[in-house]
């Protein structure tokens, strides 16, 4: 099956910085690829997502790269705010049409 | 995902024990599907359904077992013999399994006592 891997699994920034979370996969018939946010005892919610035939996808201050030759794709925030604190998951979907999703990075965002 | 309900959001429970997890939803997805999460692993798939009256096991369906005899319905029960029920329980629903974006409910906290 489908192997997800997540790195960090903790990240600490200021705010205002920058934030890259990155998932590796090795299913090559992956073809979409979501981001969810969990804030603490509260549900993953969707923030951003991307399909096979695109190399990268922008909204606002977060973006979304994907290299499917490395089997790849990462997470971009910019301009961290506070409430971005929250604990990030990946997720690929391929041929089993079952999402695997990575472990969770855990974003922590210095005022 | 305010069509997607989960009760009790808190649950206690003995060793020993069965207890049914609710998940409802009203947007007229056919998957549905149930997630544990722990600290560190992420979340881990444990049952889906396509379509009513369908179920398939996940990666760790021991010790727990579904139904899906109506299509917003999909309750999780949780046996004796799963060893370590202690959790975040989270439902999904998507309006196909082939179709990409899921939607989670609220989930339902379950310790065992």
């Known amino acids: 099956g489908e192997n997800v891997e997540q790195h960090p699994s903790t990240l600490s920034v200021q705010e205002g910085d920058s934030a890259v979370i990155k998932c590796t996969y090795s299913?090559?018939?992956?073809?979409?690829f979501p981001w969810y946010k969990q804030e603490l005892g509260k549900r993953p919610q969707l923030i951003i997502d991307i399909r096979s035939n695109v190399g990268e996808k922008k909204d606002q201050r977060i973006a979304v790269t994907l290299n499917k030759t490395a089997k790849h794709f990462s997470l971009h925030i910019t301009e961290t705010q506070p409430e971005d604190s929250a604990v990030y998951f990946c997720?690929?979907?391929?041929?089993?049409?079952?999402?695997?999703f990575g472990r969770g990075t855990s974003l922590i965002v210095h005022p | 995902d305010g069509g997607i309900t989960q009760s009790p959001k808190y649950l206690f429970r003995k060793e020993g024990q069965n207890v049914t997890l609710s998940c409802e939803q009203n947007?007229?997805?056919?998957?549905m599907y149930w997630y544990r999460q722990d600290p560190g692993q992420g979340l881990r798939l444990i049952y889906y359904s396509q379509i009513v009256n369908d179920f398939q096991k996940g990666d760790i369906a021991e010790g727990y077992s579904v139904s899906r005899e109506k299509k917003e319905s999909f309750p999780l029960t949780v046996t004796s013999a799963q060893k370590n029920p202690t959790a975040f329980y989270l439902c999904a629903s998507s309006i196909g399994v082939l179709t990409d974006t899921q939607y989670f409910g609220p989930g339902t906290r379950l310790t065992v006592l």
């Open positions: 997720a690929t979907k391929g041929g089993s049409y079952i999402p695997t």
């Open positions: 947007l007229n997805h056919d998957a």
């Open positions: 299913d090559s018939a992956s073809n979409y």
